[in-house]
Each structure stands twice: as C-alpha cells, then as structure tokens.
C-alpha cells in the first residue's frame, strides 16, 4: 500500500497566486487533516475532515480551503498565497476520528516569495 | 486551552548515552498523550501512546509514563543509536472528538558516534 501521498514534494509561489495541495490515501480512512509545520511551533491543524462531504476548520484556517468529495482525497487550496504560508504542509488520515494513530504523507515544502 | 510543552532543543548525545525529552502538558479532560518521530525528509510517524493515567507506552527501545499528578510524559531511551537522530513530538488528544492532535515544538535529537 502507498499509504498516505503529497504531491508536490517542492512549490515556490509568488505573492498572490493560487495553488492546490494534494493529498491521497488508500487505506480507506474516514478522517483525513491537513497541518502546517514551523519552525519552533510544532504542528497546528488547518482543516479536517470526518468523511466524504464533511469539513471543518481547524486551529489556523485563514487563506485556506478545503472540499472532501471522495474518501480518498483531501486537497487543500491556497486562493492568494501570502508569504506567512510558508510552510511544510502534512496530509494525514486515520480510520476514525478517535483512533489513535494517524498515518501522515511525506509533506510539501511550499515557498512564497 | 489545551497544550504541550516539549524540552528545547537541539538535544547532542553519544552513542549508548541515556535519553531523556521532557513533555508537559495543558488539558481540561482526560486525553491520550503521544509521542510522534520524524526523520528527516520524512512525515511522522506515531512512537507510542498512553491512553490513560499510569499507561506506559513503548517501542523501540523508548518508554513514556502518562503521569497526570505532574501532568508530564517524558520520553526516555536507555541507550540512544546514531538511527535515533530525528525531531521528537509530544502530542495530545481527545478520542471523543474530532482526533485533533495538539503538538509540542518538537526537540531535535543528534545522536553522535
């Protein structure tokens, strides 16, 4: 099984422009979310999701959308990107919001200048 | 609210040296505390878990006790490798909820030989 995927490994945006983020799973998992990670502040959720149809926002939401329309994908959409996005963005799912473990992909680096 | 607080780093230990990662935390219920690894390049993957007061998680070699009367869960290896060298994560969550994990920092782990 591949697990959790990302695609793009790297990204540079200038100021402005609009990308997706995306995420797949095969594992069949119901919960998918998507964090950023920076330096010295660990990792804080960005959006949710409990099953396909259904999102929410999480802890720093702001510049950033999400859909879910099938169980095994989950992009994540800048509009405008601002240069506070930079960031290493992690996709990760797991197969009931209360499981334990969730399994993370390999994470996008996204640069904006 | 709720959070954690992880020891700074960077944290530089030989090789058969004694590792301990100091982890605190902020809860207003009763959730389940992990530690999640990240090597380089690489998406975290879950450590080991406690789900509740006096559980000791382990794996690997590495052992954590959910204390809740100093409310900590220090992450402990009695003799650390050179593969050991990775970003550790402190985390927390609530299994009747959404499954948000809320992060520590991370400390870095360089492990020499």
């Known amino acids: 099984n591949a697990g959790v995927t990302q695609t793009p490994k790297f990204q540079v945006l200038k100021t402005g422009q609009s990308m997706t983020l995306q995420c797949a799973q095969d594992?069949?998992?119901?919960?998918m979310s998507w964090y950023r990670q920076d330096p010295g502040m660990g990792l804080r959720l960005i959006h949710y999701?409990?099953?396909?149809?259904?999102?929410d926002q999480g802890e720093v939401p702001n510049g950033y959308n999400v859909s879910r329309s099938t169980t095994e994908d989950f992009p994540l959409r800048l509009l405008s990107a601002a240069p506070s996005q930079t960031s290493v963005y992690f996709c990760?799912?797991?197969?009931?919001?209360?499981?334990?473990?969730?399994?993370f992909g390999p994470g996008t680096r996204l640069t904006v200048t | 609210g709720d959070s954690v607080t992880q020891m700074e780093g960077p944290v530089t230990l030989s090789e058969e040296a004694f590792l301990t990662i100091n982890c605190t935390y902020t809860?207003?219920?009763?959730?389940?505390l992990f530690w999640y690894v990240q090597y380089p390049g690489e998406g975290l993957q879950l450590l080991l878990k406690?789900?509740?007061?006096?559980d000791k998680g382990s794996n690997k070699g590495f052992e954590a006790t959910y204390r809740k009367e100093t409310t900590s869960f220090h992450l402990e290896k009695g003799s650390v490798q050179v593969s050991d060298s990775a970003v550790y994560f402190c985390?927390?969550?609530?299994?009747?909820?959404?499954?948000?994990?809320?992060f520590g920092q991370g400390t870095t782990l360089q492990v020499k030989p």
């Open positions: 809860a207003t219920g009763y959730p389940s």
């Open positions: 985390a927390l969550s609530y299994s009747s909820n959404t499954g948000k994990l809320i």
């Open positions: 406690a789900t509740k007061a006096d």
């Open positions: 999701s409990v099953g396909a149809g259904i999102t």
């Open positions: 594992m069949n998992h119901e919960y």
């Open positions: 990760a799912s797991s197969s009931t919001a209360g499981s334990y473990e969730q399994y």
